[in-house]
Nanobody
């Protein structure tokens, strides 16, 4: 029912910024919670940020609080992740996910996933 496509990844120097976008197909996207996860080589996929279907509730991993901001625009069927003050440890493939589960932080709560976009932060 929902297809997700991430964009906006690339190479940036430490301290720089990137803005990721998750574009979704289908108008039912606005009823889903949306999360961002990331996975570095050899590591588990980890939670980054999430936003509720109403956009009232947001949640962030401790490692990105104060640096990343998640937002959504239901009229455009998109969710954005503004990433500031990037660090080399932020380097990973970033995935957008949509679901209706009760926990924003758990991969099991998301039924739809994009293919990911690479973010590389150089020191």
């Amino acid at each position: 029912q929902v297809q997700l496509v991430e964009s906006g990844g690339g190479l940036v120097q430490a301290g720089g910024s990137l803005r990721l976008s998750c574009a979704a197909s289908g108008r039912t996207f606005r009823t889903y919670n949306v999360g961002w996860f990331r996975q570095a080589p050899g590591k588990e996929r980890e939670f980054v940020a999430a936003i509720g279907w109403s956009a009232v509730r947001t949640d962030y991993a401790d490692s990105v609080k104060g640096r990343f901001t998640i937002s959504r625009d239901n009229a455009k069927n998109s969710v954005n992740l503004q990433m500031n003050s990037l660090k080399p440890e932020d380097t990973a493939v970033y995935y957008c996910a949509a679901g209706i589960g009760g926990s924003y932080r758990t991969t099991n709560d998301y039924g739809y996933w994009g293919q990911g976009t690479q973010v590389t932060v150089s020191s």
